[in-house]
C-alpha cells in the first residue's frame, strides 16, 4: 500500500523531511485494475519560494511596481504559511511594512484575501481559485488528455499525470487517481524540478542538447534523495536514453518508494509541449517490471494526446 494522502507531497520542499521510508519489496503487477476517478482541479498553486521584487527594472518603462507587489504578497502563502500577520507577509515578500499593508488592503478590498475569523491573521480567500481554474479551463492539452488519462489510470493500475514546463519545474495540470491502492496526494498545481523528475526529463530530452543544458544549469540541483542525480551531465546521459526509449524514468530521486515513468507531449507541430508520467511505487513495482508494463501505455496516451492538440 502507498503512503496515505496524510503524507502529502509538497512540491519543491527538502526530499528528507518529506519522502518516506522505503517501501517492501515489489510484488506482481495488478492485472485488472478498475476504472480511476478523476481528480478535482485544485487551485494553481506556486510551492517554488517566488524571487523577491527589489525594484522596478529600469529599462522597462511600462512595468507595473505595484502590481508585482500584489501578486508577490498572494505568493507569500502556502502550505506552511496559510495564515501570516502583516509583518510576516512583508518580511516573506522582501517588501517593507508600509508597501505590504498598501497591497494586503487592495487585495483585501477585492476579495482575494481576508482575516481568519479567530487569530484575525490574514488568509487566502476562495476568490484566489479563480486566477488558476480560469488558466485550467482554457488549457487545450488538459481536454485532450482527460479521456486518455483515465484509461491509463485503469490499465495500469496507478495514478497518471498531465503536467507542463514552468520554468526550471513541470507544473501538474491534470490527475486521474487510481482507486485500486490508495494514492500519495499531488494535487493539480504541483511543480517538481526537470532535473529530477520523469515528467521534467521526458521534456527536456526533446529540447536541443543545448537548451536542455542551459535550463539544468540555471538552478542548484541539491540532491532530494540518495538516488538523485545532482550533475548536469549525469542527468543530460538520462536525456540521451530517453531520446532512444521515447520515454524517461525516475527511481527514488524525488520521494523514496515511488519511481517514475513519462512520455512527451507534442503540439501539431512538433514542438514538445509537456509530459505524462505514471509513479508507480517500489512496495508494488521493481523498475525493470514497470518499465516493461507501464512504458508502453505511457508512450501511446502521451502519443494519442498529442494527435489531439493543435498548432499553438
Not at 487569530?119 to 488558466?135: C, D, I, K, S
Not at 497518471?160 to 498545481?189: C, D, K, N, R
Not at 545532482?230 to 524525488?254: F, K, R, S, W
Request: with cysteine; aromatic share 4%; proline share 9%.
Amino acid at each position: 500500500m502507498r503512503t496515505s494522502t496524510a503524507h502529502r507531497r509538497s512540491s519543491d520542499t527538502a526530499a528528507s523531511a518529506d519522502a518516506a521510508a522505503p517501501r517492501t519489496s515489489p510484488g506482481t503487477p495488478p492485472a485488472h485494475p478498475p476504472v480511476a476517478a478523476l481528480s478535482v482541479p485544485a487551485a494553481v498553486s506556486t510551492p517554488v519560494p517566488a524571487p523577491v521584487i527589489a525594484s522596478e527594472p529600469a529599462s522597462d518603462s511600462l512595468f507595473n511596481l505595484s502590481l508585482a507587489k500584489g501578486l508577490q504578497v498572494l505568493r507569500t502563502f502556502s502550505a506552511a504559511h496559510r495564515s501570516m500577520t502583516l509583518a510576516e507577509i512583508a518580511q516573506a515578500a522582501g517588501m517593507t511594512k508600509a508597501s505590504a499593508q498598501r497591497s494586503v488592503h487592495t487585495l483585501q478590498a477585492l476579495g482575494y484575501i481576508g482575516k481568519h475569523p479567530s487569530t484575525r491573521r490574514f488568509v487566502l480567500l476562495p476568490r484566489v481559485v479563480e486566477l488558476g481554474f480560469n488558466y485550467l479551463d482554457a488549457h487545450p492539452m488538459i481536454s485532450a488528455a482527460h479521456t486518455y488519462l483515465a484509461q491509463l489510470a485503469r490499465q495500469s493500475g496507478e495514478t497518471a499525470t498531465l503536467s507542463e514546463p514552468a520554468g526550471t519545474h513541470m507544473v501538474y495540470l491534470a490527475q486521474v487517481l487510481t482507486t485500486q491502492h490508495i494514492p500519495v496526494l499531488t494535487p493539480v498545481g504541483t511543480q517538481v524540478p526537470l532535473y529530477a523528475s520523469s515528467c521534467g526529463r521526458a521534456y527536456l530530452s526533446q529540447l536541443p542538447a543545448a537548451q536542455a543544458q542551459a535550463l539544468l544549469q540555471q538552478v542548484p540541483m541539491p540532491p532530494r534523495t540518495r538516488a538523485t542525480l545532482t550533475t548536469v551531465d549525469a542527468v543530460m546521459a538520462q536525456l540521451a536514453q530517453c531520446q532512444q526509449t521515447g520515454y524517461a524514468t525516475n527511481c527514488e530521486e524525488l520521494f523514496l518508494g515511488d519511481m517514475g515513468i513519462a512520455a512527451p507531449v507534442f503540439n501539431a507541430r512538433g514542438v514538445v509541449v509537456g509530459a505524462i508520467h505514471l509513479a508507480p511505487p517500489t512496495s508494488r513495482w521493481n523498475m525493470a517490471d514497470a518499465q516493461q508494463a507501464l512504458a508502453p501505455l505511457v508512450i501511446e496516451c502521451a502519443r494519442a494526446v498529442s494527435q489531439l492538440l493543435p498548432a499553438d
